[in-house]
């Protein structure tokens, strides 16, 4: 089989041969096997179920949360002969109708789909009728509620499985600790563990941890010295992207914000700015970057502490792809580890507080103990919130915590409420508020209450826009919509009313409420050892940074990188004048022969700690003596 799959990688994608690893596990996938593979970020994942799809009868399923990733794969698929659709939230009915009898019939190789739709009755229905080969799984580290990104729609997977009794599966993903590779099996039901690991090791990229109060001065250093390629910054928060972005922009560099906020036209285009290398920073939530394949990404910032070392990882190995030299950097301040603390605690509130919005939703419908299933109504945050006296963040962090343990359900519309974005300046705000003076009271409250709303995206909720302006709700929508036809702003509206409903009878909440443990206790302990982790990492200055990364993942190297932060700093107190001459001496006699790998560098000699050889080239390198090309190669600058 391995000669035919050969065939179909270069007739398709033009490979002669796979990366390491990557024959291994199309042959395990061919063979019917339960397959879990872990590769790096750009390590060629898609590879792995597309070939062995091509080699079999029938269509091939995937999985993954990702709109940006099917739109992608689904073109290049469609690009080089290869037919595959996707079906994702804003296609019409008739539109998923299409696709599913394209599947059905076999006029289709590949169907994208998010996990939420495998339980819908159309999917299934359709679903009886189709030949499937193969069920691939994106990010399957999402189905574990010991993994990072913990997405409770991935445990409906398995829901599929007796359906197709002979279908395999491959679960794909970059990141997995030894506990989280464990439960993705046992998740997906797998007959037999059967898992292909490659190193997680990145040696073209190096890990740094700056402490640093001036982040914005040496994020423009490290910016402003980028001489090709690309770069991003990661924040943890959507408004801050567009703060950052035009901060970088005012300095002298390209950059746009990007988050999930914004409108998807919105998106996409600074996305395909970004790519077309014509805006240099992309200054991102984490919305951004899973799935896409840029291999130029020379830098990867974050200004803001991830809050688990998994998506740390994840993030800062979109650098590099193209195995070229590339950086991330990690700007701490002390006010960050404090920051991270507060969030976890607003994430799981104590059990206390989640007794008190538990009683209040109840009496905030005025429903009484033992009645209240199957209840449902509009529901609006702010409004309650009030009502409640918690903080927004922290009722929706505890009604997210009421839906997962089945207690509740909330419509999208409470999840993904309507944002506008004033995109007239301040000349042309002034004319059109002298001509049309009945809009100043809603365009004074947006201004005054929404900061950032002319730079960006913002949310915004009608209900309480009408309580602050005193108009009625339906009255504040007229208004957005109108103020959009005069080019005033634009206004992303909710696709419908919010609403609660309760799938459970109200209990005594002092005796009778509990939260199960995999939703609350268990995954509030593990949530804790991962914002401890990255405490560790970036309080750690002793150790290699890779060395620290690839421990937390289970593998063990026996060298360090010689070129973060710590080992830098380790040779700069060790290094003395008789070393770097004797050093530079040996690099410079092995430059006239050839260049010289900085991989290699460990080599030259074995009587010296490689970090010591590593701080000599930089220096060398930082005086002229040597040069660093793009690829990693050291080589003399005048021969």
């Not at 070229?324 to 404090?338: C, R």
């Amino acid at each position: 089989m391995s000669e035919q799959t050969r065939r179909v990688l270069e007739q398709y994608w033009g490979y002669k041969s796979f990366r390491p690893l990557q024959e291994d596990i199309v042959d395990s996938v061919i063979a019917g096997r339960d397959t879990l593979a872990l590769l790096p970020t750009g390590g060629g994942k898609s590879i792995c179920f597309q070939v062995p799809a091509m080699a079999m009868n029938g269509i091939c399923i995937v999985v993954t949360p990702l709109i940006s990733l099917m739109k992608d794969q689904v073109q290049h698929l469609k690009k080089i002969g290869i037919e595959a659709a996707a079906i994702y939230t804003g296609l019409t009915k008739r539109e998923i109708e299409l696709v599913y009898n394209q599947a059905v019939y076999g006029k289709l190789k590949f169907l994208y789909v998010s996990p939420e739709r495998l339980v819908t009755n159309s999917f299934l229905t359709a679903l009886r009728k189709m030949t499937v080969c193969l069920i691939a799984v994106d990010e399957s580290h999402c189905i574990s509620q010991w993994g990072y990104d913990f997405r409770p729609p991935y445990l409906k997977i398995a829901d599929i499985r007796p359906f197709l009794p002979a279908t395999p599966i491959l679960a794909l993903t970059a990141t997995a600790t030894p506990m989280v590779v464990n439960d993705i099996q046992f998740r997906l039901q797998f007959k037999k563990k059967n898992v292909f690991q490659t190193s997680y090791e990145r040696k073209n990229v190096i890990y740094n941890v700056l402490h640093e109060p001036d982040k914005y001065g040496v994020m423009f250093n490290l910016f402003d010295r980028m001489t090709s390629g690309s770069g991003i910054v990661y924040v943890r928060s959507r408004k801050r992207t567009g703060v950052i972005a035009e901060w970088l922009s005012n300095a002298g560099i390209t950059a746009a914000s990007y988050h999930a906020g914004l409108d998807a036209s919105v998106r996409d285009e600074r996305q395909r700015q970004w790519m077309d290398g014509k805006t240099k920073v992309m200054v991102a939530t984490n919305a951004f970057g899973m799935g896409i394949d840029k291999p130029d990404v020379r830098l990867v910032v974050h200004l803001d502490l991830p809050d688990s070392l998994e998506a740390y990882f994840q993030e800062a190995g979109r650098a590099g792809r193209d195995l070229k030299h590339s950086e991330a950097y990690l700007l701490v301040s002390e006010s960050d580890i404090k920051r991270l603390h507060d969030n976890f605690e607003s994430t799981y509130p104590p059990l206390e507080d989640i007794k008190l919005v538990y009683n209040a939703l109840f009496n905030y419908f005025g429903i009484t103990v033992g009645a209240g299933e199957g209840f449902q109504a509009p529901f609006e945050l702010d409004a309650f919130t009030q009502y409640c006296g918690f903080s927004p963040l922290k009722v929706f962090n505890i009604l997210k915590l009421l839906e997962k343990d089945g207690i509740i359900s909330m419509s999208e519309a409470l999840e993904t409420p309507s944002k506008v974005y004033i995109t007239a300046n301040d000349g042309e705000i002034r004319r059109f508020r002298s001509q049309y003076a009945d809009y100043d009271m809603i365009i004074d409250n947006l201004l005054r209450s929404c900061p950032g709303i002319c730079s960006d995206f913002t949310v915004i909720r009608e209900e309480k826009v009408a309580r602050m302006t005193g108009l009625d709700v339906n009255k504040v929508v007229e208004n957005l919509k109108n103020l959009e036809n005069y080019n005033v702003l634009v206004y992303s509206a909710r696709c419908d009313k919010p609403q609660i409903q309760f799938l459970s009878e109200r209990v005594d909440a002092d005796n009778h409420f509990v939260l199960s443990n995999e939703v609350y206790a268990d995954r509030k302990k593990d949530a804790e050892m991962r914002i401890k982790a990255v405490e560790d990492f970036v309080r750690n200055s002793d150790e290699c940074r890779s060395v620290q990364l690839l421990r937390y993942f289970g593998e063990k190297i026996d060298h360090t990188c010689g070129k973060c932060d710590v080992c830098i700093s380790y040779s700069e107190k060790n290094i003395s004048k008789n070393d770097f001459e004797i050093i530079s001496r040996s690099i410079l006699n092995k430059l006239k022969t050839n260049d010289l790998d900085m991989n290699e560098l460990s080599k030259l000699t074995t009587d010296v700690l490689p970090e010591k050889i590593f701080e000599v080239a930089r220096q060398m390198i930082d005086s002229g003596m040597i040069r660093l090309t793009s690829d990693g190669f050291l080589k003399m600058t005048k021969k």
